[in-house]
């Protein structure tokens, strides 16, 4: 792991990259079988990706299998999207019979970014395709330039994506120099799907001893040899179906918080946040609203029966515990708080719908999310069709919350007195 610590933003050749997985994997303690999952665009130019992730990460690492189509579950879709509810396909496909012991699930998502040389100088964000200049990746150049029909034509993976992106991220990407917007925009979204892994694997884990290593990035294509920019990866224990961060480290989601460096052969960033031991952060006192809108919600909950309450308190201490294993870390508690609270909120919209409305209805996220579909929600109820829709947008807001508003939102929901 402290070798994927190392390279974390300094582009590196493909094959060096994946080698550098497999020697993290593998030296993972008590691991007695192996699962893998690789997430691309669906890009022709991901075929080295796709290729060299089977070569020196997943037949190493499963040499176990009679079929050689067994070793890797793989997902790609326009952006390199991992679908929601994907890792429990993945648990499912890797899951050995009873008593072979803890396995490790090696999950790698790579967003990607062309380069071209002209004379002396390297374009960011164009491939040549059969003579002529091309974008790459294509769907990030439409989400950054959306063109008139994603206005009349529902495209469902373009809506998932600006839903995610949020406008803010996405007003300071379009603001950026021509020379790094597309590494920027290519970084944002690895990091929020790695994000997007961790969530899942927080809010449904498996139920059998499992590791899962998560590592994401930027392929860099080109004429000459790929190239790769890991951007982050996180190491998550799961036993007995409750799941813990053990470490990880990531750049940035805030697009104007990177530095980046095209100037050379090699890309370059700064803009890291780590598990590191530096002074405690503080806890905030929560406090809850007396709005209206609030008592309804609060008083949906109140038919909940015994066995109801249980699971409740058990989804709630497990999100304890993930706060507190990481909370005296101020970098791993901002790289992380977003993905708890997200895991979070989707058990307990699974669970009891009008658990999650609750939850967004103390102080914090009043602040935090659109009265407007609060009160929809109030009035609709969650678990209607209306009120889901309602809440699948306000899922995607979450991954647009800055850290700090995240860690607001977490205090005010596991605070003990409420």
């Known amino acids: 792991m402290d070798e994927l610590r190392r390279i974390i933003g300094r582009e590196m050749p493909l094959d060096q990259f ?55 579950f793989s997902v790609s879709n326009l952006c390199g999207r991992l679908e929601p509810a994907s890792f429990a396909l993945i648990d499912d496909h890797f899951t050995r019979p009873a008593g072979r012991g803890a396995r490790l699930l090696v999950i790698e998502v790579a967003s990607h970014v062309g380069r071209i040389k002209k004379d002396s100088a390297y374009i960011l964000g164009q491939v040549e395709r059969f003579g002529r200049q091309s974008p790459c990746c294509g769907a990030l150049t439409t989400l950054l ?25 996405l007003k300071t990407l379009r603001a950026m120099d021509a020379s790094t917007r597309m590494v920027a925009a290519a970084i944002v979204h690895s990091a929020l799907q790695a994000e997007s892994a961790v969530a899942e694997v927080l809010q449904s884990p498996p139920a059998t001893p499992t590791d899962v290593l998560l590592v994401a990035g930027v392929a860099v294509n080109q004429q000459w040899a790929d190239g790769f920019l890991p951007v982050g990866y996180h190491h998550v224990r799961a036993d007995a ?48 609203s007396e709005a209206p809108v ?14 109801q309450r249980e699971a409740l308190e058990q989804r709630l201490d497990a999100a304890r515990d993930q706060v507190e294993s990481i909370r005296h870390d101020p970098s791993a508690w901002r790289t992380y708080s977003r993905p708890i609270l997200r895991g979070l909120f989707r058990g307990l919209c699974v669970a009891e719908p009008e658990l999650g409305l609750a939850a967004l209805l103390y102080e914090g996220g009043e602040k935090l999310f659109s009265a407007h ?20 947008d306000i899922e995607a807001e979450l991954q647009q919350l800055n850290h700090e508003d995240a860690q607001q939102v977490l205090d005010l929901l596991l605070a003990k007195k409420h």
């Open 373 to 392: 579909k609060l009160r929809q929600l109030v009035g609709h109820g969650p678990s209607t069709a209306d009120g889901r829709r309602v809440l699948h």
């Open 18 to 72: 994946h080698l550098a997985v497999r020697r993290a994997a593998a030296q993972v303690p008590g691991i007695s079988a192996y699962g893998a999952c690789l997430v691309t665009c669906s890009d022709e130019r991901l075929g080295l990706v796709r290729s060299g992730f089977d070569r020196d990460v997943a037949t190493p690492l499963i040499s176990d299998v009679t079929n050689a189509r067994d070793r890797v």
């Open 294 to 307: 609030v008592e309804q919600a609060l008083a949906a909950l109140e038919g909940l029966g015994p066995g």
């Open 241 to 288: 179906g409750a799941a813990r961060i053990v470490a990880g480290f990531s750049l940035r989601t805030t697009p104007e918080a990177l530095g980046i460096d095209t100037s050379g052969p090699r890309i370059v960033v700064e803009g890291g946040q780590t598990m590191e031991g530096v002074p405690q952060v503080r806890r905030r006192e929560p406090e809850t």
């Open 145 to 169: 330039n959306p063109p008139e029909a994603t206005r009349t034509v529902r495209h469902p993976w373009f809506e998932q994506l600006n839903a995610f992106f949020g406008p803010v991220r």
